[in-house]
């Protein structure tokens, strides 16, 4: 069995409470992967609870997200208005983003399952830690094999060197979010800043977010995509159930009539950051044959480059990432 480690929780009832209450609290020393956390802030607990009982961090406090005030998801003339702390669950059937964004409900709907999408907020989905089968694993089951660079080590297993780590950023909404030009709005001793999902994360599996440490992620900001739009979320996991994805594809696109006018693709759990499909446009201002959809297909296979990070054979995923690009676009073909 796993027991958790000692820690003590705090619960502020106030979004600037939370970040002072970071910084008394000790909040984190060091850089990269040798970062000491004497506080970390807890949502949904999903992702970072088994973290520490596999004793990936070992803060002394949790600053504890759940009392927070919530004010849902409402929608202005531009935008649609995530408070950080929403659900999944809430997320996923939530009738203004199944009307503006539904591949968004669709991401959220597969994310793991029931009971991890009831307690799994958004904010802590978009700020997901990086993933690898070499360190989301027990402390006995790293030592034995070897420590790897994120972890207490100066070893990449994955790609057999000392310089970096290509865990895999593996949050299912933030391919989505990303196609859909959103952005986060963070709160910090200094005030709030906006950043856009396209500048948040870096080619780092151990240092993956471009964020000041303790700032607190308040708002998911997602532009309203308007008419003509159609959207789609594809996955690719072991078991439907409950699994993480081996592979995700976010597809955005905006038509009139049969003509495609936008098309915006984006390839999750593929690397340490979700990844656009470039060169896009000479597809777009005529109908989409079956070429136009074959040629981009290919374009998106050539463009995934999956690697050991994550379980499954990297030419079978990248393979799918084609299939999922050819099934996803006859769809919103229609
Ligand atoms: C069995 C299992 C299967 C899973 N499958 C999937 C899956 O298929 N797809 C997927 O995307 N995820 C999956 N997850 C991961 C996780 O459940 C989700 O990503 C979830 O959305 C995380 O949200 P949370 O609120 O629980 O985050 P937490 O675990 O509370 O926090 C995650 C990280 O974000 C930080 N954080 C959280 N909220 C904020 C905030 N507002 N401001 C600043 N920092 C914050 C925390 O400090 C922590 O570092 C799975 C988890 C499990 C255990
Ligand atoms: S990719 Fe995996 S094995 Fe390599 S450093 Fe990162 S976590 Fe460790």
Same mark, same amino acid.
């Given at each position: 069995?796993?027991?958790?480690?000692?820690?003590?929780?705090?619960?502020?009832?106030?979004?600037?409470?939370?970040?002072?209450?970071?910084?008394?609290?000790?909040?984190?020393?060091?850089?990269?992967?040798?970062?000491?956390?004497?506080?970390?802030?807890?949502?949904? *607990?999903?992702?970072?609870?088994?973290?520490?009982?596999?004793?990936?961090?070992?803060?002394?406090?949790?600053?504890?997200?759940?009392?927070?005030?919530?004010?849902?998801?409402?929608?202005?003339?531009?935008?649609?208005?995530?408070?950080?702390?929403?659900?999944?669950?809430?997320?996923?059937?939530?009738?203004?983003?199944?009307?503006?964004?539904?591949?968004?409900?669709?991401?959220?709907?597969?994310?793991?399952?029931?009971?991890?999408?009831?307690?799994?907020?958004?904010? *802590?989905?978009?700020?997901?830690? @990086?993933?690898?089968?070499?360190?989301?694993?027990?402390?006995?089951?790293?030592?034995?094999?070897?420590?790897?660079?994120?972890?207490?080590?100066?070893?990449?297993?994955?790609?057999?060197?000392?310089?970096?780590?290509?865990?895999?950023?593996?949050?299912?909404?933030?391919?989505?979010?990303?196609?859909?030009?959103?952005?986060?709005?963070?709160?910090?001793?200094?005030?709030?800043?906006?950043?856009?999902?396209?500048?948040?994360?870096?080619?780092?599996?151990?240092?993956?977010?471009?964020?000041?440490?303790?700032?607190?992620?308040?708002?998911?900001?997602?532009?309203?995509?308007?008419?003509?739009?159609? *959207?789609?979320?594809?996955?690719?996991?072991?078991?439907?159930?409950?699994?993480?994805?081996?592979?995700?594809?976010?597809?955005?696109?905006?038509?009139?009539? @049969?003509?495609?006018?936008?098309?915006?693709?984006?390839?999750?759990?593929?690397?340490?950051?979700?990844?656009?499909?470039?060169?896009?446009?000479?597809?777009? *201002?005529?109908?989409?044959?079956?070429?136009?959809?074959?040629?981009?297909?290919?374009?998106?296979?050539?463009?995934?480059?999956?690697?050991?990070?994550?379980?499954?054979?990297?030419?079978?995923?990248?393979?799918?990432?084609?299939?999922?690009?050819?099934?996803?676009?006859?769809?919103?073909?229609?």
């Amino acid at each position: 069995m796993l027991r958790m480690p000692p820690f003590r929780v705090h619960n502020p009832k106030t979004n600037a409470d939370a970040v002072a209450m970071w910084n008394e609290l000790g909040g984190a020393q060091g850089d990269g992967p040798n970062v000491d956390w004497s506080a970390m802030y807890v949502a949904g *607990g999903t992702d970072l609870l088994p973290n520490l009982k596999h004793k990936l961090f070992s803060p002394k406090h949790l600053v504890n997200l759940t009392g927070l005030p919530k004010t849902g998801i409402v929608e202005t003339d531009t935008h649609l208005v995530i408070d950080g702390q929403t659900k999944l669950s809430a997320l996923a059937r939530n009738p203004l983003v199944r009307e503006h964004a539904p591949h968004l409900a669709q991401a959220a709907s597969l994310v793991a399952g029931p009971q991890i999408r009831n307690m799994g907020t958004i904010g *802590g989905n978009v700020l997901l830690d @990086t993933r690898c089968l070499y360190y989301n694993q027990s402390a006995f089951w790293r030592k034995a094999l070897g420590r790897c660079l994120k972890a207490e080590g100066d070893w990449c297993h994955v790609i057999g060197g000392p310089k970096t780590c290509v865990a895999a950023q593996s949050s299912d909404t933030v391919p989505v979010l990303l196609g859909l030009d959103a952005s986060i709005v963070l709160l910090s001793p200094g005030g709030e800043r906006e950043l856009g999902l396209r500048d948040l994360y870096r080619f780092n599996g151990f240092d993956h977010l471009k964020l000041e440490r303790g700032e607190l992620l308040t708002e998911v900001r997602v532009p309203k995509p308007g008419p003509g739009f159609r *959207g789609v979320y594809k996955k690719l996991r072991v078991r439907d159930s409950i699994d993480f994805p081996q592979l995700g594809l976010a597809v955005s696109s905006r038509w009139d009539g @049969t003509a495609l006018l936008a098309l915006d693709i984006v390839v999750g759990a593929a690397g340490p950051t979700p990844k656009p499909i470039k060169k896009l446009d000479r597809f777009l *201002g005529g109908e989409l044959t079956d070429e136009r959809i074959d040629a981009i297909a290919e374009l998106v296979r050539k463009g995934t480059r999956p690697n050991e990070a994550v379980q499954g054979d990297v030419a079978w995923r990248r393979m799918m990432s084609g299939v999922f690009t050819r099934r996803a676009l006859q769809e919103l073909r229609g």
